[in-house]
Every structure is written in C-alpha cells, then in structure tokens.
C-alpha cells in the first residue's frame, strides 16, 4: 500500500507569523506559525512547512506577494493573519482590510486547504497611545469572524479573553507577542484545528503575579525605543519589512520540539482531534 504523502502546511502574514519576539534575526526567529508546525509534527510524522510571512506587510500586501507562492505549494493547512499594519496607518479601511483576508480565505478553501486564521486584542491596553484604535479592532475583528463563518475557516476568537493582553505575553515594544505570547497563539490555532491534545487551556489567566505598574519614565523610554524608530520609518515611506523576503518560502520538515506550549500555559486537559 502506498504511503500517504505529509501534510503540508503554509503560514501567511506579516511580523507576528513571522515570528518577531520571539528570538531574533542574528539566532533566528521561532515564532507561533513555527510552534503550530512543531505541533502538528507531533502527530503527523514527516508534515512539511513554509512560511511566507514578512514583517511590515499590510493586508493587501500579503495578498499579492504570498497568495500565489501559498497556492503553488498546494497546502493541507494554511494560517492567514494580517491585518494589524494596516490598522496603523492613518486611511486604514475595514471592508477593504477584511477584504483582502476573505479573499485569501476563499482560494485557500477553493484549493483544498484547511484555513484557520485569528481575531486581534484590543492593543490600547498595551499601548496607551493606541487607544484611539479601539474601535479599528473591534470593526475588523467582526468582519474577519463574518468571512472565516462564511468559507469555513478555523477561527482562534483570541479578542474574545482578556488573557491575551496581559503585558507578560508581549515583548518590549508592545506590538509583538513575546515566546509566552507566541505559544498562546499557537495553542489558540490549535484548538480551533482540533489537534489532539489542544483545549481551552490558552484562554485562562496566567498564573503568578501580573506585570509590574507602568510608570511614566518607563514610557518615555519606550516611546524613544519603539515609538520614535517606527514613525521616522513612516515619513520616510519604510517599513521594518523593506527589502526583506520570507524566512522559510519552501515546504521544508519540522522536528517536533519538546516545547510547542510552555510553562505560562495551564496544563491542558487531553482529548482528541485532527487537522481534517
């Protein structure tokens, strides 16, 4: 009897799929899409897996430059998660945002791919300048739910429980999930996949005493580390992700880590599931 052939999974996005906190580009970046694959790969022996994600892309530009490659990979599994940039910018459009993600949804799901995708967490409450945002994150967290019903996408509904915003997830610029944040991410997709051995475990508070207060010197220093270097990047027309490609653009195997869901995460409660 032939074999079956491995599963192939294609991650698409911008930083956080990516992997932005969660190491570095001088060690290498490990990131959620990452700690999916090495979770899939404990249960799908030989799954291949390629992430096209490049930091800084808006939704539209992980569309035109990902979509195409995505296909031509002919993915069982694919996770789409953008969006965020394109929140930032000063014209940001919902309808055209969610747009770009329900297209990317419907031939995925027309070539045969499983879809799962996210809602985002309200980044005010990480970022006091942000605030203003709010009801950005709330339109376009909606219209994502509204186009994953419609094509049958996987969705990890993380906007939905205030855990996601503890500070102890997210590293130091408050934009990006730090390793804590990544593995909650990735426990998230997950259970909305149903693989086996993912629950609701990722949606309760963490354990421990929370976060320090913020104080006002801690945010002017961070205002001149994070915030100062991105909006020079906006006048000059840059983003993080200028001239920059994929970090891994070819399906290649994973290796199961003995850590896809770390310490912070409560100890989950077992029961079965599959990709399919």
Not at 112 to 137: C, E, K, Y
Not at 251 to 269: E, G, I
Request: glycine share 10%; proline share 9%.
């Amino acid at each position: 009897m032939a074999e079956a052939s491995p599963l192939r999974y294609v991650a698409l996005g911008d930083s956080q799929t990516e992997g932005l906190g969660d190491g570095d580009d001088t060690t290498g970046l490990r990131g959620c899409a990452d700690r999916l694959a090495e979770q899939l790969a404990l249960h799908h022996p030989g799954v291949l897996y390629a992430n096209l994600a490049v930091r800084g892309r808006l939704a539209g530009q992980v569309r035109e430059g990902q979509l195409a490659p995505a296909l031509a990979l002919r993915p069982d599994l694919a996770t789409v998660v953008a969006g965020v940039n394109d929140l930032l910018r000063p014209r940001f459009d919902p309808d055209e945002t969610a747009a770009h993600l329900e297209a990317m949804f419907a031939a995925l799901t027309g070539a045969g791919a499983r879809v799962a995708t996210v809602t985002f967490p309200d980044i005010g409450r990480l970022v006091p300048l942000a605030r203003p945002l709010g009801s950005r994150v709330t339109a376009l967290n909606a219209r994502i739910r509204l186009a994953a019903d419609r094509h049958g996408v996987a969705l990890a509904d993380t906007a939905r429980h205030p855990v996601v915003t503890d500070p102890r997830l997210w590293s130091e610029d408050r934009l990006h999930a730090g390793p804590r944040g990544h593995a909650l991410i990735a426990a998230s997709v997950a259970h909305a996949l149903g693989l086996p051995g993912a629950d609701d475990s990722w949606t309760r508070p963490l354990p421990g005493p929370g976060a320090a207060p913020r104080t006002v010197a801690g945010e002017l220093r961070w205002a001149h580390a994070f915030l100062s270097p991105w909006l020079a990047r906006r006048v000059r027309g840059r983003s993080s992700g200028t001239d920059r490609t994929a970090k891994r653009p070819a399906l290649l195997p994973v290796t199961p880590a003995s850590d896809p869901a770390p310490a912070p995460l409560a100890p989950p409660r077992q029961h079965g599931g599959s990709v399919r």
